[in-house]
């Protein structure tokens, strides 16, 4: 509700910004000459960030479980290890696909409010449903870590971190491209202000699936109470 909420306000403050006698420094921030096509762009990868912090966070809590001795329930049950992890990322890839859907609504809302566009609530919709893969791959690696090794899941919170970093400032700075593609975020494209491109989707859900699928594995082979 508060991702909702604060993209509803930044959606509002679209125009403002479009208005506005901003320095030419924005425009290195938003990648555009186009500073409202810009703005709701960065915006939406913004809250991608957020989202992604959620999954991780929704991972960590099964380690939570696991050391408060409260898996020890459920490796006595007939389902298996891999079906409970299955199911735990499923609902977690939903929750953060649904978020960044209602954030791009609501985002989307604000900004017809501002400007009068009423097309911003579809095309702002789509463009977070476009960063769906990028949070997968976060957390898919969130739960690559939990199979394999639990304790290392807070590195996870690198890649977030320096998703942020590199997204927000990576143009301020003129990080070479190499480094701006460390992020997982930086590959899909930056709907509304670029047209959706498959193959980068594709390969995202890819990786995020592989990662998902080894840690499956990890999970199913190492000792529940471990680490």
Known sequence: ?????????????????????????????????????????YMTTFMAYFVAAFSVMAIQSLRSEETSTLLEPIAAMPLSRTSWLLAQ???????????LLLVGWSAGVGAVFATGKNSLV??????????????????GLAALLFGFAPRLIGVTWLVVGYSMFAGSFGGLLNLPQWALDLSPFAHPAAMPLEDFALQPVLVLVAIAGAGIALACVGFRRRDISGG
């Open 1 to 41: 509700a508060a991702l909702a909420i604060g993209a509803l306000a930044f959606g509002a403050f679209a125009q403002s910004l479009q208005e506005a006698e901003l320095p030419e420094m924005f425009k290195d921030v938003f990648s555009s000459d186009d500073l409202l096509m810009g703005y709701v762009s």
């Open 89 to 99: 990322v499923s609902v977690t890839a939903i929750a953060s696909a649904g978020m």
């Open 122 to 139: 579809v095309d702002l919709g789509w463009a977070h449903l476009n960063a769906v893969p990028a949070v997968l791959v976060v957390l």
